[in-house]
């Protein structure tokens, strides 16, 4: 399966700020997908990522708060602008081959809001 | 009501027992059914990846999905405490998008 970086591993930010976060894949893939973790709670996914394409947006989720880029079949993007104590979570990437396929997951961001 | 049911736990039990993990689901539109399991501090790593219902066999673990009762399950045979992680399950239909229980927390004491 694929290999999958992110990057910052973990952050402290202060409210207001915006935190990108980077995620390489080791082949390239067609489908990049966007998650959150909150404590207690199920993976939620805030968006897909198709390269050549905007990222299409979970319900809840919107562009001008979680703007992703794809610029390549291997690299994608997400960034949580504006944060709040509420946006403090865990951040995922992950990746599949197509339809049906399983997808296979970073070891995720872990953000921390002041 | 979620789409997906999946009991927390904790779970403690001790090595060498058979576990039991389970999840619930509405939508029988889902085909595509997964087990993840999650160490703390790493991301979701597949288990099990099975295509509509039946048993598939992997090792020490079997995956199970019953359609008929939207149930699937994970056994896990001879558990160790190499094992102690949580365990998510996840399921999707005709589109990419999964859909997750909450996890089940699995402790095997020596």
């Known amino acids: 399966s694929a290999v999958i970086s992110q990057k910052p591993s973990r952050d402290i930010c202060q409210r207001g700020t915006s935190l990108t976060i980077q995620c390489q894949v080791d082949?390239?893939?067609?489908?990049m997908f966007w998650y959150r973790q909150q404590p207690g709670q199920s993976l939620t996914l805030i968006a897909t990522a198709n390269q050549g394409s905007e990222a299409t947006y979970e319900s809840g989720f919107v562009i001008d708060k979680f703007p992703i880029s794809r610029p390549n079949l291997t690299f994608s993007t997400l960034t949580v602008s504006n944060m709040s104590p509420e946006d403090s979570s865990i951040y995922l990437c992950?990746?599949?081959?197509?339809?049906?396929?399983?997808?296979?997951f970073g070891d995720g961001t872990r953000l921390s809001i002041l | 009501q979620k789409e997906v049911e999946q009991d927390p736990g904790p779970l403690s039990v001790p090595e060498g027992a058979i576990v039991s993990l389970n999840c619930t689901y509405s939508?029988?539109?889902?085909?595509?059914f997964m087990w993840y399991r999650q160490y703390s501090r790493k991301g979701p790593e597949l288990l099990m990846y099975t295509y509509s219902s039946g048993n598939k066999e992997d090792g020490r673990f079997t995956a199970q999905v019953d359609k008929s009762s939207k149930y699937i399950s994970l056994f896990i045979r001879d558990s160790q405490p190499s094992d102690s992680a949580t365990y998510l399950c996840?399921?999707?239909?005709?589109?990419?998008?999964?859909?997750f229980g909450t996890g089940t927390r699995l402790q095997v004491f020596p």
């Open positions: 992950s990746v599949n081959t197509g339809l049906g396929q399983p997808q296979h």
């Open positions: 939508n029988s539109a889902f085909q595509y």
């Open positions: 996840a399921m999707s239909g005709n589109t990419d998008k999964l859909i």
């Open positions: 082949s390239q893939v067609t489908m």
